[in-house]
């Protein structure tokens, strides 16, 4: 599965990213690139709102990061492997999501990669999300505070469901992710709506 | 009772010849002396004297805390280095050893000039040591530790007679036998062998070894066995693989290679830690790859993968004829047999993931993130190795946390409508984002136990621009705190 989030300082495809891993109980691999680092930050644990343990890979090229994650997929004891690479490196060719796809397949590990400042070329991965951040759902208690996180899903590209647009709402607490459509002057529509996790699959 | 033993004394290191030098440890009371060296020794001092009390006999005394446990551990290396002499050694208290040198003298040339070949290599690397040959074990601890020489040799029939003056605390006895044994006016092992046995007997029948002192006396004498029993050396796992031309591609040796170590593990019970190849050039020059794994392993395709990767960035120069593989870190591993229901073993066990990823990238690229005892942001997660830690559960007080940080934090440029309040407006990377909500401060003090003086503290903002993307400014202290001018305001993090 591949995420482009809408600008790269956007932590809003992290965030949705971390809301489609199953609780499984094992740790998460996380592999980022020098770029990834660098420019959009690494992941923080008090804010991650899962207990799953963060297997960290801090690595240098987008070729060590493909590596590590077709490394992690062969191991089924994780809960899920998550990638992110800068830009549209030469080795993040087709061979390369494909080889990424067939072997989540295989071993049942779901994988994540997050993808910044780039074009979504050609790629084998299995979906496709571009994601934004919206204007926040507001704050039960201050007028003035952001609330809860409000995104806007894009699937663009699916190998076994319609692709559409959505707009989530995200509970950190309940780890609900809310969805609802949009209404063409740009309002929400907020009814209960949930999104199974066999959509993501 | 033929065996003829050596003990070996160590004091203090003398780093300085001339002047009072102890070693010191925590009392009851404040440091107490440890070890003493020589001109300290002229001086009165004792072990168990109290530092200050020292001090104040001798005012230039020197002093250093003691290493009693890295003694210990440089005393069971030279308990094995010792066996160039004799093929039995072990650690006799904890400053000296002991070998079992029965028919070895003659390989040296007699037990004299044995003796001063210890003494030369041993002093060589930089020990002052006191020796003593004798029949029993017993003996020669008294004679090393109580006799008038540094080197003293005890033939068999001159046992007693050389035993005789010594005082029964060379008799390795405890304090409250030495006590007793002081009271009953005992002073030396002549006067204690005079006493006739029976009453001796009568009194000490229950005793135990270390405070019975006919016990000491028989094993002194070698009426009394006491074997030595050294601790066996590590074994060694080692294959190596000669070749008849130079070849500039080690791979197809590997498999071979690892099988072997993997048999001689598997026949010792062990696993491998850390294994070592090495790539011998015809040219005189010797490349080394190792990698270390998370927990013991004897599985062939491991260790072999554990080198994939790497063997490409070898130089291989003209070719290489020797390759050796070597388990420099081994641990046993018991074989644990699956339950009859388990899954077949095809996957890669986590472990065996950690070890990948740590011997292609490095073991300090690989780590888990854990929460660390701080309320400074970046301080509150630290990186833990993978290699040979578990992961710990991360639930934690729950607060309001970014997903991701900014490692170190960002200037931004900041509009705000009052200097203390909420910033209204800020610049970051030439991008300029309207803040639409914004909540804080919460205000984060530094640690003065550990910040330098003129930290200021950290307000920091949870701000959402026009939008929905969501931040984590702070500003560093406040306008009119003293510590510096107006404050400077930073990007932290980023909200989902």
Redesign the interface.
Known sequence: MEVFPDTSVDASATGFVLSQIPRKGGPILWAQDRLSRYQAGEPCLAGLGTSLPVLHAALKRPADVLWALEEGLRCSGLSGVIGEIWGDPAVLDFTATKRLALRAEASGVPVWLIRRSCVPNLSAARERWRIAAMPSSPHPDDAQAPGQPRWRLELFRSRWRKPGVWIASYDRKTRRLRLSDQFSDGSVADHEETFGQSAVG | MDRWRITRKRSAKALWDDTPFVLTREGHHGEVIHAVNAPARTLGMARDARLVDMRALCPNLRAQPADPKGDHEALEKLVFWARRWCPWSAIDGEDGFVLDTTGADHLFGGETAMLADMEARLSAIGLSVRLAIAPTWGAAWALARYGRNDHEICSPGDLAQRLAPLPVSALRLDDKTLLLLRRLGLKTIGMLADVPRLSLARRFSRAQLQANPLLRLDQAMGDMAEPISGPREAPRFLATAGLLEPLQDPTPYLPTLSQDVCTKLDAQGWGARRVCLRIYRTDGEVRILEAATSSPSRDTDHLVRLFD?NLERLDPGFGFDLITLEAVVAEPLSVAQPSLDAPAQE????S???D??SA??GTG???????RDSHI?ER??G?VS?LGNN??????VP?T???????PPEPVGVLYAVPEGPPAQFVW?RQVHRI????GPERIAPEWWRARSGTRLRDYY???D?????FWLYREGLPDDGWGGDPHWYLH????
């Open positions: 990767g996957e890669v066990h986590l065996r993931l950690i990948r990823l292609r990238f690229v690989i780590a888990w993130p854990t929460p942001p509150a997660q990186p993978a992961p710990k559960s991360l639930a934690g607060r946390r970014p997903l991701r940080l900014l490692d990377r639409a909500r914004h909540q949870c701000v959402e026009k939008s929905g993307r969501r993090g980023m909200f989902a």
